[in-house]
C-alpha cells in the first residue's frame, strides 16, 4: 500500500509539474507557443483557454473535493496529451516525448488514484 501510495504521488506531482509548465510556458512565452501551434496546425485562440483548463484540472486533482470534477480532470488532461502526441508524431514525425510522458503519468496516477484512495 505505501509503494501505491509513493508512486501515486510521484507520478501526479510529476504529472500536475507538466501542465502547470505548460500553462506557464502558454502565458508567459505566448509568441513562441503560437509558433508551435501553428506549426502543429491547432488554432491559436485555444492557447489561453487551454492554460486556464490545464491549470483547473491540477486544481480538481490535487484538491480530491469533487469526484467527478476530477475524473473530467484526467479525461482532459489524457485527450490533451494524447492529441498533443499524434500532433508530433504526425507533424514532426516524433518528438512527442513529454506527451508521451504524460500519457504514461496519466495513467498511472489515474490507476493508482482508484486503489490508494478507495473507501470501499
Known sequence: MKTNKLIYWISTGLLCA???FSATMYFT???MV???FQHLGYPTYLIYPLAVAKILAVIAILSR??????EWAYAGIFFDVILAFA?????DGGGGT????????VIVSR???GRVFDKT
Open 18 to 20: 507538466l501542465m502547470l
Open 29 to 31: 512565452k505566448y509568441d
Open 111 to 113: 490507476f493508482l488514484d
Open 65 to 70: 473535493k469533487s469526484t467527478l470534477l476530477k
Open 87 to 91: 500532433a508530433h508524431t504526425i507533424v
Open 34 to 36: 503560437v509558433g508551435f
Open 98 to 105: 513529454m506527451a508521451l510522458a504524460g500519457i504514461v503519468l
